[in-house]
């Protein structure tokens, strides 16, 4: 998708600090985390956010799922971690191009927002 950012990233012509790749995702850290480890986990294939989410192949909508575990354990997340997917304005998404964050390192609020 052209103009898209985190396709740029994928694509590696923007720079990024790569944690995992396989055939199907990518993940890198965000540029301005918000926990002491905060990982964005992306689908290669393009969509707009997770209310598109079942136009993906289900070997995709696998391994992004796999994908969050492996970067957890790999990143010693051992006492927990949580994912967030914003989905459209109500949620303040900024980049249309699923993702997931993995926030891990210190304790979450008790309230989802
Ligand atoms: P959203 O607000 O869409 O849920 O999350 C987008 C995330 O992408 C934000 O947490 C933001 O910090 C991150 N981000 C935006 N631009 C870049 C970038 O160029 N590189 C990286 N690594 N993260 C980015
Ligand atoms: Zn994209």
Do not use: W
Request: a negative charge; proline letters at 6%; hydrophobic letters at 45%.
């Amino acid at each position: 998708m052209e103009n898209c950012l985190f396709c740029k990233i994928i694509a590696g012509d923007i720079p990024s600090a790569k944690v995992y790749e396989d055939e199907f995702c990518y993940a890198f850290r965000d540029i301005n985390p918000q926990a002491p480890t905060h990982i964005l986990v992306v689908p290669k294939q393009h969509v707009a956010s997770i209310a598109e989410i079942s136009a993906l192949p289900a070997d995709t909508l696998c391994a992004l799922m796999g994908a969050i575990g492996k970067i957890a354990a790999q990143e010693g997340l051992s006492n927990g971690f949580r994912v967030v997917s914003n989905c459209g304005p109500d949620a303040c998404q900024s980049v249309p191009h699923l993702h997931f964050h993995i926030l891990g390192g210190r304790q979450m609020a008790d309230q989802m927002a």
